[in-house]
């Protein structure tokens, strides 16, 4: 009953984990398409490049942010993955088809 109460614990971390890296990667992505509307809508409103440069630079600023705590996150999943060879029950566990991740929800495919 403990083992699987382990592994149950470790499974929630770990989708946890993917979900937190997965929506860090969406706000990522949110934030470069903004950046880039930014930069657009100046030059179709042909003002001066100094007007709504503190709002690009606060952007900026936020994705900057953001890419650290992408690289933060990181390095607690591989913190984790250490982890998990130290806990009694999980050193032989994987989860997903062999890779130490759960797999994230739209997974990219090549097909032919």
Known sequence: MRKFQIQQSAREV???VRAVE???EGALIELAELQSRLIRAR?????GISIGHDALARVASALQGLVAARGDMAGAHAALVE???QVPGLRTVSFGDGSECPPSKAELRIVS
Do not use: L
């Open 22 to 24: 997965d929506s860090i």
């Open 14 to 16: 770990a989708t946890q």
């Open 43 to 47: 030059a179709v409103a042909g003002v």
């Open 83 to 85: 982890a998990k060879n």
